[in-house]
């Protein structure tokens, strides 16, 4: 049986794995705050935000006492956000998954020309598929860190700096599925009882 989520929520896992789409149903589910760490990260031209600027946005975006993020930076951001969390929800889906999405995804928003981050930031498929080069291609990006992810999860399970948060491992599309529509029906629950 997978917990039920708290107040301050924290979505991570794989690239393409699903991590925004889920905050994002999270955050409208419970009316909350949606904090998507890429627009926090990410200026224009696809430069990185000075790392002060990145952890200044984030605590000012974790003052209100619910809110739901999606994303990663560990190594930049996890002494900022992680002490506030009380629910931190992994998403490991299988890597061939996350492959197929992250081709799919990176073709439609380069063949749309779709902005992110700030409007001025565009994929570049081309890039994407210089699988010789981390630094410029997601694809070659994720196999490098999936399993890494699955073990880094694993110790944090087990660190007493996170005995305060409830960890919540999802594996598939259909248990994420499934986690969605419990949280929902026990939200609808909790509104209707006035809990």
Sequence with gaps: MVATPGSRIIVTGSSNSGKSTLGAALAELRSVPFIELDGLHWEPGWREADVDVFQSRIQSAIEPDTWVMAGNYLAK??????????????????????????????????????????????????????????????????????????????????????????????????????????????HHEAVTTGD
């Design 77 to 186: 951001q996890q002494h900022v956000s992680w002490p506030r969390a009380d629910t931190v929800i992994f998403l490991d889906l299988p890597m061939p998954k996350v492959l197929r999405r992250c081709f799919s995804r990176t073709w439609r928003r380069w063949r749309t020309r779709e902005t992110l981050y700030g409007g001025e930031n565009r994929e570049n498929l081309w890039e994407h598929l210089m699988l010789w080069d981390a630094n410029h291609s997601l694809f070659t990006h994720i196999v490098m860190t999936h399993r890494r992810r699955r073990r880094d999860f694993e110790k944090f399970q087990c660190d007493p700096r996170w005995g305060h948060i409830t960890f919540i491992h999802l594996r598939s599309v259909a248990e994420v599925d499934a986690f969605l529509t419990t949280a929902s029906a026990i």
